[in-house]
């Protein structure tokens, strides 16, 4: 009687657990099994007030170039950070839109840099040049600090995910998938340039 007792208690333990990812599209995405690789985003835009930010956040890594990229030396700009990865259709989609805010943008205001989550430099660069980036990748697959130090209140969580810092450091905005249009980041760009007027 006791063993039944224990089978069935795992047994609704089990399904209530199941029943509550079942509301969660990534979770969902993963168990479709689909082959694609990556989890995406639906693009939902998430824009933080200055009093809900997070505290300040700093990463570093070795950039697909060889040369070791630090955050910090990036402080007092707003800071556009791109999770991605070169196998990852959305990234793909998104590369020429990033790169047209990278260059519209003053680069003594605002930075941009990728996170790149999978690839050895190997697999990134030839990604880069085809795409025209400007701007530096971290290559985190190793180490995982850049991915870590975003885990608190607003972690990656897919691929692609762009996540825009102050100029304190903190997380003000998160686009959680592929970023559909150049405006949506000039936006949130402006609004922070704007806090600092």
């Given amino acids: 009687m006791r063993a039944r007792w224990s089978l069935t208690a795992v047994a609704v ?26 989890i995406a985003g639906d693009g939902t835009i998430t824009v933080y007030d200055s009093a809900d930010r997070s505290d300040p956040i700093e990463f570093s890594g070795e950039t697909v170039e060889g040369e070791q990229y630090d955050s910090a030396d990036d402080a007092g700009k707003v800071q556009v950070v791109n999770f991605w990865y070169a196998g ?17 943008v003053d680069p003594a205001d ?28 971290v290559l985190d697959v190793e180490s995982g600090e850049a991915q870590l130090a975003f885990a608190g209140k607003v972690p990656p969580a897919a691929v692609p995910t762009t996540i825009v810092l102050d100029q304190d450091g903190r997380v003000a905005a998160r686009v959680l998938g592929q970023l559909k249009d150049a405006s949506i980041l000039q936006t949130i760009i402006d609004d922070l340039l704007a806090e600092q007027a």
């Fill in 13 to 38: 333990a089990s399904a209530l657990l199941l029943t509550g990812c079942t509301s969660d599209p990534l979770a969902d995405q993963f168990r479709e099994g689909s082959g694609k690789n990556y």
């Fill in 88 to 104: 990852c259709a959305p990234c793909r989609a998104e590369a020429p839109i990033l790169q047209e805010v990278h260059e519209a």
């Fill in 110 to 137: 605002v930075s941009f840099v990728g996170v790149n989550v999978r690839d050895q430099a190997g697999t990134a660069a030839p990604f880069e040049k085809d795409y025209g980036i400007g701007y530096p990748s």
